[in-house]
């Protein structure tokens, strides 16, 4: 699987948009790009995955660059249980593949 | 509730004795994950399951550790002769054959005295 960098930490007032970043310049072409999310002391939360186009469901966002080097994963309006750490993966679909998860991006959602 | 559940959600040992835990999939799903997570590093994979075979072991994965998945439903996680470094969360995930989203439970975390 391709590494994936993000940022350690963001802040975002709450009923903003969230953006997060992450990159992954090295992604194979029938590699997705996964977004997962904890909230403390619970198990990661699946929340949204793509290949090249953009997708969005009831959770988020998720744009992916054309050259696929990149992606940005927008929480449209960030509420205080937003506050998590986010981890963006890439990964083959349909393959049995682990998840490699890497540190992720602590969000904090402040008032 | 259809998700992944895992139990126990807590478990404090001391250190030697053997501990066993649980997780039940999503109905149908025929894939089953162990993972391990320590403080403030993302989770770790340990071993997968597809039906009841065995199919990938972490180097993670020492003689210690044990997982069967006997009749391809739930699963169950044994710790031999525990030791403080096994102190973390535990944490298990399935998925189908279809889409293979990975899908959580809420973690098991371990406590060894």
């Known amino acids: 699987d391709a590494k994936t960098t993000q940022p350690p930490s963001m802040d975002c007032a709450e009923g903003r948009a969230a953006n997060l970043p992450c990159n992954h310049s090295t992604i194979s072409g029938n590699e997705y790009v996964y977004w997962y999310r904890q909230i403390h002391s619970q198990g990661p939360q699946y929340i949204i995955h793509?290949?090249?186009n953009n997708e969005t469901n009831e959770m988020a966002s998720l744009i992916i660059t054309e050259d696929r080097k990149s992606s940005t994963l927008i929480l449209p309006h960030a509420t205080l249980r937003d506050t998590a750490v986010y981890y963006c993966?890439?990964?083959?679909?349909?393959?049995?593949?682990?998840?490699?998860f890497g540190t992720g991006t602590r969000l904090q959602v402040f008032p | 509730d259809t998700g992944v559940s895992q139990n126990p959600r807590h478990k404090i040992t001391k250190r030697g004795q053997n501990v066993t835990f649980r997780c039940d999939p999503i109905?149908?799903?025929?894939?089953l994950y162990w993972y391990r997570q320590t403080l403030g590093q993302g989770p770790e994979f340990l071993t997968y399951f597809q039906n009841e075979a065995q199919l990938e072991k972490s180097r993670l994965l020492s003689d210690r550790f044990s997982a069967e998945r006997p009749k391809g439903s739930f699963s169950t996680l044994e710790i031999q002769r525990t030791e403080q470094g096994d102190s973390a969360m535990y944490l298990c995930?399935?998925?189908?054959?279809?889409?293979?989203?990975?899908?959580f439970g809420p973690g098991t975390r371990l406590t060894v005295l």
């Open positions: 995930a399935s998925s189908d054959g279809t889409s293979n989203t990975q899908y």
């Open positions: 793509g290949l090249k």
């Open positions: 109905s149908e799903h025929n894939r």
């Open positions: 993966i890439v990964r083959l679909r349909l393959g049995t593949d682990k998840l490699i």
